[in-house]
T-cell receptor, first 112, second 114 residues
Framework: QQQVKQSPQSLIVQKGGISIINCAYE??????FPWYQQFPGKGPALLIA?????SEKKEGRFTISFNKSAKQFSLHIMDSQPGDSATYFCAATRPGGFKTIFGAGTRLFVKA | DTGVSQNPRHKITKRGQNVTFRCDPI?????LYWYRQTLGQGPEFLTY????????KSRLLSDRFSAERPKGSFSTLEIQRTEQGDSAMYLCASSLGYRGDEAFFGQGTRLTVV
């Protein structure tokens, strides 16, 4: 069962543009929402994360927006760079923190 | 190197053979997770250890799969009688505390069953 739905599947953005990836979740018990970045041949790496008591979190060029009532959250990458080209996964974790449910991923390509 | 280490990086095996993968977590991390990732998909949870205790197993983990974490250090994942559908990337992650937010992933073991 897919408890975290991610869109789009793929995204092409011009260098300097804004990349936006959206996720929706079903289980209101989730209480932690990380985003992971994965390069080919590598394991996922934690990029930024948010808890549902916060509506926005910003770290450098990366911002998470969280809408608890809509059960949606999104990743914004400002001033996108070719080095940001990777697959991005949103995820959600239940209290207890031991089982993380991942979205299907978004392949981002930033054109130079 | 202080990251999560997985060995081997790649494994090609014939259908029906048994394979074993090893994961060495970050040394002070007491939580260890195994995930499976197929092409074009996100990682799927397989199992979780708190120290040496295996506390949860996904229904994805059939009876051909077994995982251990002796002494709460490294972990092994064994697949018996491999099938072509087992071909995937097997990822190990570890974390320090109560939350999964500090989970660090290894580079994975890519299994190909021929």
């Amino acid at each position: 069962q897919q408890q975290v739905k991610q869109s789009p599947q793929s995204l092409i953005v011009q260098k300097g543009g804004i990349s936006i990836i959206n996720c929706a979740y079903e289980n209101t018990a989730f209480d932690y929402f990380p985003w992971y970045q994965q390069f080919p041949g590598k394991g996922p790496a934690l990029l930024i994360a948010i808890r549902p008591d916060v509506s926005e979190k910003k770290e450098g060029r990366f911002t998470i927006s969280f809408n608890k009532s809509a059960k949606q959250f999104s990743l914004h990458i400002m001033d996108s760079q070719p080095g940001d080209s990777a697959t991005y996964f949103c995820a959600a974790t239940r209290p207890g923190g031991f089982k993380t449910i991942f979205g299907a991923g978004t392949r981002l390509f930033v054109k130079a | 190197d202080t990251g999560v280490s997985q060995n081997p990086r790649h494994k090609i095996t014939k259908r029906g053979q048994n394979v074993t993968f090893r994961c060495d977590p970050i040394s002070e991390h007491n939580r260890l997770y195994w995930y499976r990732q197929t092409l074009g998909q996100g990682p799927e949870f397989l199992t979780y250890f708190q120290n040496e205790a295996q506390l949860e197993k996904s229904r994805l983990l059939s009876d051909r799969f077994s995982a251990e974490r002796p002494k709460g250090s490294f972990s092994t994942l064994e697949i018996q009688r491999t099938e072509q559908g087992d071909s995937a990337m097997y990822l190990c992650a570890s974390s320090l505390g109560y939350r999964g937010d500090e989970a660090f992933f290894g580079q994975g073991t890519r299994l190909t069953v021929v």
